[in-house]
């Protein structure tokens, strides 16, 4: 089986790359559905092209996220297009806007399940839009590869279609939790998340988590994804004389948390987070209240001025020229799930089938991406990472904390 590393305005996408996207799904004919001798069947494969599909939010309140992670993975399987196909096949991307809607996601799921025929869906955003797709999608035989989410479902229970690469919310903030008590000497910790299926996975891990050290939640807020005022949050939890607050947010409401904590006076508390709250876009906020904010990701965060390999800087100026932007975290991480499914879909070999498919990802056990980050499968083994990097901010940038803390 071949083996390797990785491919030699944040809220925008190109006009070129969303007419791209947007012109795969069409009214095309839908793609043939065969099966292998005896195996499952499958759909999205004919002998000239391959049929791959994203819900995600291309304009809605993470946005930021769904745009660059539809950047990364099109650059790569453009390249992978360019240089002939996989096997003779071209992969064609169908994208659906689903704005962070659960009722948005559930029809364009519908749509690239059964209209578009897609063969397996990638980088999918979201914990509660997955989660509002997945039965349906497992049902009609459709892999999910690498969901933009760390929830729990993603991977538990584990299913033979089901593959991520990037930290669980669950296990990364439980070692968070123990980090932060037993290497810090924090004693009052408290939670601040969103009203929703990924707050409360949050809530449970520090809840989990402390349980197991006798210790409990001193004091905790909840509000929308879409909230916009914290100072009644705030309030409650400094006179709680919460030391450490762990957030289940997103970008925005990040940062309006940190802003509002600043103009109320509160500096001697540390706030920390997890994949779905990193970002530079936090870091390099021009207040500079996001200054000490303590972050666990699978990914840090690169910057052109460090000392970076070749093969990452290459990667790095190829995607600014492009996009017309430097690239987060979420572009290095969707330009290695697209990689990670160009490498399983060679594994396979030309006479593609899900089984060999599956069987062409659990034989990546040892893949390096661009930036020196690990990722392996194996049979019944399909949660490719189990460490992420601790990284607070630092003059307006990430700086690493602790490269490798394992959970």
């Avoid at 070692?175 to 969103?194: D, L, M, T, W």
């Avoid at 070999?349 to 690990?374: P, S, W």
Wanted: glycine fraction near 10%.
């Amino acid at each position: 089986m071949i083996q390797r590393g990785g491919q030699s305005g944040l809220w925008k996408i190109g006009l070129a790359g969303l007419l791209l996207l947007a012109g795969c799904g069409g009214d095309s004919a839908p793609s043939s559905q065969s099966g292998s001798d005896g195996g499952r069947l499958f759909q999205g494969v004919t002998d000239t092209e391959l049929v791959l599909g994203a819900h995600t939010d291309l304009s809605g309140p993470i946005a930021i996220w769904g745009v660059e992670s539809m950047n990364g993975l099109r650059m790569r399987f453009e390249e992978a297009n360019e240089a002939g196909g996989v096997h003779g096949r071209q992969i064609r991307f169908v994208v659906e806007d689903t704005q962070y809607q659960v009722p948005k996601a559930i029809s364009a799921g519908n749509k690239l399940i059964n209209r578009d025929k897609i063969f397996a869906m990638v980088l999918a955003l979201g914990t509660q839009t997955n989660n509002a797709v997945l039965t349906q999608q497992l049902e009609a035989g459709v892999p999910n590869l690498f969901p933009v989410t760390g929830a729990r479902s993603m991977n538990e229970p584990y299913h033979d279609l089901k593959f991520t690469q990037r930290g669980i919310y669950y296990d990364e903030v439980q070692a968070a939790v123990a980090y932060f008590i037993n290497e810090r000497g924090k004693q009052s910790p408290c939670v601040i998340h969103h009203d929703s299926e990924y707050g409360a996975e949050i809530y449970d891990a520090v809840a989990d988590q402390l349980a197991s050290m006798e210790m409990s939640i001193v004091a905790s807020s909840a509000h929308k994804p879409t909230e916009t005022e914290f100072t009644a949050s705030i309030l409650k939890l400094r006179n709680a004389e919460c030391d450490v607050v762990f957030l289940a947010t997103v970008h925005r409401d990040s940062i309006l948390i940190f802003e509002t904590a600043r103009k109320l006076g509160w500096d001697d508390v540390d706030f920390v987070g997890q994949n779905a709250a990193y970002g530079k876009v936090i870091a390099e906020v021009a207040s500079g209240a996001s200054e000490g904010y303590y972050c666990f990701a699978h990914l840090a965060a690169p910057y052109i001025e460090d000392d970076l390999p070749a093969a990452a800087r290459a990667w790095w100026n190829k995607y600014e020229a492009k996009y017309g932007q430097a690239p987060d975290i979420v572009a290095m991480e969707s330009y290695r799930a697209a990689d990670l499914v160009v490498l399983a879909l060679e594994n396979a070999g030309r006479e593609l089938t899900m089984d060999g498919f599956i069987a062409g990802m659990e034989a990546i056990t040892d893949y390096t991406d661009l930036f020196g980050y690990k990722v392996s499968f194996g049979p019944g083994d399909h949660q490719g990472v189990s460490e992420s990097v601790l990284s607070i901010v630092r003059d307006g940038r990430w700086q690493t904390v602790e490269q490798s803390v394992s959970y």
